[in-house]
Structure formats: structure tokens, C-alpha cells
């Protein structure tokens, strides 16, 4: 994101948080970048910074043109099915650390660790260990589990299925995000 952008999301990020804790604006509602961070609580950082980074530091065999097809499949396919991209960032970073084929012993593909049959009845194109079909399956499932059950059940039910055994999972996730977050404003 370049430096105007984030000026402006910095400003915007300002005047939501001000007009939602009842703050008076300034006259006609003008603020420049620099008038900002008085009324900014704590801007995110940049998701697909914070991809990059994180698919470097976890798996350093990613070739430049791999780290680019997961983040942009990954901020395509989170925004496609509402999801925050650092938490489907953060489920990868679990599930495979960063390592675009692997397989568990139990049958799961790719990045995310999709089971075949969980994909089968998505109907996607590719073949479902490539990144983008992986990515889309995942966030496919973890959206309509959310959805269904609340985030924090939704993400466990990604991994236990129907039959949530624990917070195990969930704690991994979470900390991954948290970790996630952490590297990028450091």
C-alpha cells in the first residue's frame, strides 16, 4: 500500500472511530493525515504484508512467484467469502506452515489441508491441491461453518468436523494470528 493510501485509510480509520465515539469532527469535517492520529485508536496492519512475511519466515524454499499466488489467492478468496485474510493466513500457517503440497497421512491437501471429499462437492476448477482451488475450498468451508456456528466454533469445526473435541485447535489459530500481527508492526 503506498504512503497516500495509508494516509487516507489512516484518516478514514479516524474519522469512523471518532464519529463512532461521539467525538466532535473538525470544522466541516476536514482532517488532514496529520490531524489523524489523534482521532485513530489503532490502524490493522496491511494483510498482504503481513502474508508475505509470514510465507518467508515460514517455508524459505517459496519461490517469489509461489509467496505472490498464495497471498493474492489468499486476499481474493477471503474477501470473495467475507473472511479476514490474516486469519485464513494464520489457518494456513497451521495446517501446512506454508508448504503448497503437502499431504497428510489422513488424506488432506495442499495449504490449507482440505479433505478431497469435503472439495469434491464444491465443484471448483483445478485441481484441489493447486493454491488457488485449496485456498477457495478452504475458505469456501470455513465461511459456511462461521456462518453457521460463530467464529470461534467455525474454526474449530474446520478442523474436528461436526464433533469439536477442544480448544486445542482454536488456541494454535488464534496465537498464529496474534503472531501474525505481532511481525508486522514490529
Known sequence: MNADLSAMRVVCIGLCAALLSGSQLPEAG???????????????????????????????????????????????????????????????????????????????????????????????????????ANIEASCTILSSDIRRLGEDDGISTYFWGSNIRGTAYLEKVRAAQESLVRDVRS
Do not use: C, F, W
Open 30 to 132: 476536514v482532517v488532514s493525515a496529520s490531524e489523524a492520529p489523534a482521532l485513530v485508536v489503532e490502524a490493522e496492519p496491511d494483510a498482504a504484508t503481513a502474508i508475505d512475511q509470514k510465507l518467508r519466515k515460514l517455508n524459505r524454499h517459496l519461490e517469489a512467484s509461489q509467496v505472490e499466488r498464495i497471498r493474492l489467492a489468499i486476499l481474493r478468496s477471503s474477501e470473495r467469502h467475507g473472511l479476514d485474510p490474516m486469519l485464513v493466513a494464520s489457518i494456513m500457517t497451521v495446517e501446512s506452515t506454508g508448504r503448497p503440497h503437502v499431504r497428510s497421512p489422513k488424506g488432506a491437501l495442499g495449504l490449507m489441508q482440505v479433505m478431497p471429499y469435503m472439495i469434491r462437492p464444491l465443484d471448483l476448477a483445478g485441481n484441489p491441491s493447486t493454491i488457488e
